[in-house]
């Protein structure tokens, strides 16, 4: 017979259970208006990209232009992936990182001075996420997530002082080659490499941040050694990432490992473009080096992952379906196009790039909303599976 014991602790028991689910739906509640701060931050960021190409549209505040790389880079990315590791962490504090990276992004786009500062923070409170993961679990991949994340904080730092931006961008840019490469380190573990493997890597991306510190202190060879660093980083990923092996598969596993394996060769001509003495200066090169890594390499992994991040952030499915290649496909020719007229110094053919590129940009996030739409109508229309004996 159950005693009274026994059916307290089961009250008990569901009783916890009924708070934490309610918690839990909470914070995804909570969710949504951080990334919805995020995905603004990137139409905004589309749209000043398109200003800044030239093309004739109508300028709705006189700093959208200017504001491109920090909306890009702070608002959208920022936002995105302090959420990420927000979700991961499981702890409410980390949820002020994508909230300053999102909302801090905004208000410095309003004029606010506090904006950079309020992202700056965010990219602390990034680096003391992952530090709480690294003493967790002290793996190789972590601490070169949280590397990715320090280089964002010493970016925003000189973002912060003032510094244009050529000075700093390419610590945005170790931010952001050291993030993906370090989810994708966690995911290779599966293959056992030997430890001379993750030797080579961690000597690449050393090899790269040198270059990044040089140039920064004014060693005119700074973005060459940078150059070389990342091109080591791009052969690294294509010969010991798992998409070498998973792009045979079908469905969303070769989808994702197709956007991997792209953005992995934009990333090597971004690092041959600073290998060959390409300035870190405004111009055409500029264009084409900052697009190639940002773009071609940053987004390509943004496509793939989407719809492995939207279930996991916001719990939605997101089922795949063939026609995301559209986006990818628009995304990786239009960026040919603008590479190209960078190099021809084509102002025409850059212009129509750059048009493409917010297309395609578009094209996913309307192909996102579809996909999400269709996975939420499709788990309120299945009957649940019925049980045996019933």
Same mark, same amino acid.
């Given at each position: ?5 026994? =059916? ?15 918690? &839990? ?17 990137? #139409?905004? %960021? ?7 190409? $030239? ?9 959208? !232009? ?8 702070? *608002?959208?990315?920022? !936002?995105?992936? *302090? ?17 300053? !990276? ?14 950079? +500062? ?29 590397? $990715? ?6 970016? &925003? ?11 700093? =961008? ?6 952001? @080659?050291?993030?993906?490469? *370090? ?14 493997? &993750? ?11 040198? %270059? ?14 940078? /150059?070389? /660093? ?8 294509? =010969?010991?990432? @798992? ?19 792209? /953005? ?6 971004? %690092?041959?473009?600073?290998?060959? $003495? ?17 773009? %071609? ?11 492995? #991040? ?7 499915? =997101? ?33 129509? /790039? ?5 297309? !395609? ?12 739409? +269709? *996975? ?15």
């Amino acid at each position: 017979m159950e005693s009274h014991h026994d =059916v307290g602790c089961g009250k008990t028991k569901i009783g916890g259970w009924l708070k934490r689910r309610a918690m &839990n739906n909470i914070w995804i509640r909570i969710r949504f208006p951080l990334l919805g701060a995020g995905m603004f931050c990137l #139409i905004a %960021g589309v749209y000043a990209g398109l200003l800044r190409a $030239g093309i004739g549209i109508p300028v709705p505040a006189q700093n959208l !232009a200017a504001s491109h790389g920090a909306l890009m880079i702070g *608002g959208f990315l920022g !936002a995105v992936i *302090g959420l990420e590791r927000a979700v991961a962490l499981g702890a409410p504090w980390g949820y002020a990182a994508p909230a300053l !990276a999102g909302f801090g992004t905004l208000l410095f786009l309003a004029g606010a001075e506090i904006g950079a +500062a309020a992202v700056t923070l965010s990219s602390l409170l990034l680096v003391a996420m992952y530090g709480v993961v690294l003493r967790r679990q002290p793996a190789f991949f972590n601490a070169v997530m949280t590397l $990715g994340a320090a280089s964002w904080l010493v970016g &925003n730092i000189y973002w912060l002082r003032g510094y244009p931006l050529p000075d700093f =961008v390419m610590w945005w840019g170790l931010f952001i @080659v050291l993030t993906i490469a *370090g989810e994708r380190l966690e995911l290779s573990r599966f293959l056992q490499h030997p430890p001379r493997v &993750n030797a080579l890597f961690a000597v690449f991306a050393a090899i790269a941040a040198a %270059g990044i510190f040089a140039a920064a202190n004014g060693a005119a060879w700074g973005t060459r050694l940078t /150059g070389a /660093g990342v091109i080591l980083l791009s052969l690294w990923l294509l =010969v010991y990432d @798992v998409a070498r092996r998973t792009v045979k598969q079908e469905g969303l596993t070769r989808f994702v490992a197709v956007c991997l394996l792209l /953005g992995y060769l934009w990333l090597a001509m971004a %690092g041959a473009m600073l290998l060959g $003495g390409t300035e870190l200066a405004p111009g055409y090169q500029y264009d084409a080096l900052l697009h190639s890594l940002f773009l %071609g390499f940053a987004f390509s992994m943004i496509f793939g992952h989407a719809p492995i #991040i939207f279930p996991a952030v916001l719990n939605l499915g =997101v089922p795949f379906r063939p026609i995301f290649y559209l986006h990818v496909a628009v995304l990786h020719l239009s960026l040919l196009m603008r590479v190209g007229g960078d190099h021809a110094m084509s102002e025409t053919t850059r212009a129509a /790039g750059a048009a493409l590129n917010g297309a !395609a940009l578009l094209i996913f996030l309307i192909n996102t909303a579809l996909a999400v739409r +269709a *996975g939420f109508i499709s788990r309120r229309t299945v009957p649940p599976p019925r049980r045996e004996g019933a």
